[in-house]
């Protein structure tokens, strides 16, 4: 029987038992979870976009002693940067969850029918803190330039969602759970409605896009206005709007989300409002509980709470003649929208399928 991480998390509340097998607060951050799949020539691509603040010479025109003048100045540009290369071509060290050692082609073949790949996202080796959450045989990466990597999704070869991420919660010094929120959640994918008992009992609906689509067998009402979150950016998860799941896909109640989740504990947050693709799943313990909500979700191109502080950029070269380093857009990806992009549904007074 696998102990559950979630009862082992209990040393994080304050005065908490510490069970027999517990399990230790991680170390460095969270690595990032990629869904990984040999494409049609049978090579395993990691494609991604990262967003990276770089300083760039940009020229401007100001009036002085009444004549027009061009100057030249450095500002700083949140720039989309693509990235697309096989799992050698990062130059990184492999090894299973479980410690064994990995040669690049070792790993290529562990992962090439579609496969959990986790990364570390500062470069250096993922704590064994985080690990406990997967199974031992899962594969782990440990190279730079994917800590704040939006991995591709949308379709074959990709997974169909954005990449969930593994967190830890904990308690405050009053035991409570608290996490960064987005003030300014969206739900690209429609209409939510919860379950109307008022702890969004069961399920939920979600409509958009001429569908209707059913979780759970309870009345449905419309999903009370959200808390405000803390000054502090925070908000308890007791106030949190959220769908919460096993790993297999099995809907929980809230009060059982809540009643596994009191003292903290390893999750899975969901890219979107959706549950997140199956091939990022396969290497996760089934008592993993994830969680759903809009107000977990972050544009890609601000901080992410739930980063590792991006390194600083460096200047921008000024090439020979004084005209501005000019701004080089990446190719564009042809997969979905990176993680957290709005898209307003659209809602049609059309009959409507059914999906239950």
């Known amino acids: 029987m696998v102990p559950s991480l979630l009862a082992a998390a209990a040393l994080t509340a304050p005065a908490a038992p510490v069970p027999k097998d517990t399990v230790p607060n991680p170390a460095g951050p969270a690595p990032r979870v990629a869904g990984v799949k040999a494409e049609a020539d049978g090579v395993v691509w990691v494609t991604a976009q990262v967003y990276e603040k770089r300083k760039v010479q940009q020229q401007m025109i100001v009036v002085e002693n009444n004549q027009r003048v061009q100057k030249v100045q450095e500002v700083e540009q949140t720039v989309p940067v693509y990235v697309r290369k096989t799992l050698a071509d990062f130059g990184g060290k492999f090894a299973t969850a479980g410690g064994s050692p990995l040669t690049p082609e070792d790993a290529v073949r562990r992962v090439r029918d579609g496969a959990t790949l986790l990364v570390t996202a500062d470069g250096k080796p993922v704590s064994p803190g985080w690990l406990k959450a997967v199974d031992p045989s899962a594969v782990v990466m440990t190279a730079d330039g994917l800590g704040h990597a939006h991995f591709s999704y949308g379709g074959p070869p990709y997974p169909t969602t954005p990449a969930p991420r593994l967190a830890m919660l904990g308690t405050d010094d009053k035991g409570v ?180």
Do not use: W
């Open 177 to 356: 759970v608290r996490l960064p929120v987005n003030p300014n959640p969206t739900n690209p994918y429609g209409q939510v409605y919860y379950g109307d008992d008022g702890g969004f009992g069961g399920g939920r609906i979600i409509r958009g896009g001429g569908r209707v689509i059913i979780e759970g067998d309870v009345a449905y009402a419309p999903a009370p206005a959200a808390a405000p979150a803390a000054a502090d950016g925070k908000k308890a998860l007791t106030d949190l709007s959220f769908t919460a799941y096993e790993v297999n896909g099995k809907m929980l109640s809230k009060a059982a989300a809540l009643d596994r989740l009191k003292a903290g504990g390893l999750v899975l947050i969901a890219g979107d409002s959706r549950f997140p693709d199956a091939q990022y799943l396969t290497a996760f313990r089934d008592d993993l509980v994830v969680i759903a909500s809009p107000e977990l979700v972050f544009p890609p191109n601000l901080p992410n709470p739930y980063d590792v502080p991006p390194k600083p950029a460096a200047p921008a070269a000024n090439p020979a003649g004084g005209k501005p380093a000019p701004a080089v857009a990446p190719p564009a990806p042809a997969v979905a929208p990176a993680i957290g992009v709005a898209r307003p549904a659209v809602l049609k007074p059309l009959p409507v399928q059914i999906e239950k």
